[in-house]
C-alpha cells in the first residue's frame, strides 16, 4: 500500500513558477506521474519518472517549462512547473505504479488527494 500527499500548489501569475511536491509513504518502490484536472475536462497526463529517475516523460503542453523530479532517499517526486500558463490552471494529482513509467492514468495504482494550482493573467 502507498500513501501520496501532494503540497506546494496555489495562486500564481502568469509567466511565474510553482514546484510540487508529493510525499510518498509505505512501499515505495515505484514509478511516479503527475496528472492534471481542469473544470469540466478529463484528468491528463503531465509528467512521469522511473524508479531510478533515468527515464522522463512529458505531455506535449508542458515539455520545456515543466520538470519531474525525485528524492528516493526522501520518499518525494516533484514538480517544478516555470513559465506557467493561465491554461495550466488544474488540480493536480500525483500517482504510483508497480510497473514503469507510463503516460496512460489506467497504469496508475495508487493516487494522492490533489493540489489546486491556479494560474492568473
Known amino acids: 500500500q502507498v500513501q501520496l500527499v501532494e503540497s506546494g500548489g496555489g495562486l500564481v501569475q502568469a509567466g511565474g513558477s510553482l514546484r510540487l511536491s508529493c510525499a510518498a509513504s509505505?512501499?515505495?518502490?515505484?514509478?511516479m506521474g503527475w496528472f492534471r484536472q481542469a473544470p469540466g475536462k478529463e484528468r491528463e497526463f503531465v509528467a512521469a519518472?522511473?524508479?531510478?529517475?533515468?527515464?522522463?516523460y512529458y505531455a506535449d503542453s508542458v515539455k520545456g517549462r515543466f520538470t519531474i523530479s525525485r528524492d528516493n532517499a526522501k520518499n518525494t517526486v516533484y514538480l517544478q512547473m516555470n513559465s506557467l500558463k493561465p491554461e495550466d490552471t488544474a488540480v493536480y494529482y500525483c500517482?504510483?505504479?508497480?510497473?514503469?513509467?507510463?503516460?496512460?492514468?489506467?497504469?496508475?495504482?495508487?493516487w494522492g488527494q490533489g493540489t489546486q494550482v491556479t494560474v492568473s493573467s
Open positions: 500517482a504510483a505504479t508497480r510497473g514503469g513509467a507510463s503516460i496512460q492514468r489506467r497504469m496508475y495504482d495508487y
Open positions: 509505505g512501499r515505495t518502490f515505484y514509478s
Open positions: 519518472i522511473s524508479w531510478t529517475g533515468g527515464s522522463t
